[in-house]
Nanobody
Framework: QVQLVESGGGLVQAGGSLRLSCAAS????????VGWFRQAPGKEREFVAA????????AYADPVKGRFTISRDNAQNTVLLQMNSLKPEDTAVYYC?????????????????WGQGTQVTVSS
């Protein structure tokens, strides 16, 4: 397993942007699919975006398509989530998860390594 640390959260006005970073430890990071998920108060953790181990394929949840972009830099063991045109409904704790594999996974149960989360708050 890899260890993950998220950063980059904060408070932003609606329409603004944030870039989240997921830093991973471990020499085999290039073998892991990485996903971003979010959890708002009183709600279940939900899928946001994912990228395959080689960065060749990505997937997005419908509410963030066209606004969020996931990317990875395997040389830096980092996965980024660029979030533009933020809305109040994007407010949540954002987590990155990782699992061995070459495919995109959208379900939380498919991930076995998680970071501690970073808070994103979007004011109206």
């Amino acid at each position: 397993q890899v260890q993950l640390v998220e950063s980059g959260g904060g408070l932003v006005q609606a329409g603004g942007s944030l870039r989240l970073s997921c830093a991973a430890s471990g020499r085999t990071f290039t073998s892991y699919t990485v996903g971003w998920f979010r959890q708002a108060p009183g709600k279940e953790r939900e899928f946001v975006a994912a990228v395959t181990s080689n960065g060749g394929s990505t997937a997005y949840a419908d509410p963030v398509k066209g606004r969020f972009t996931i990317s990875r830099d395997n040389a830096q063991n980092t996965v980024l989530l660029q979030m533009n045109s933020l809305k109040p409904e994007d407010t949540a704790v954002y987590y990155c998860g990782a699992r061995l594999g070459r495919y995109v996974f959208r379900e939380t149960a498919n991930y076995n390594s998680w970071g501690q989360g970073t808070q994103v708050t979007v004011s109206s």
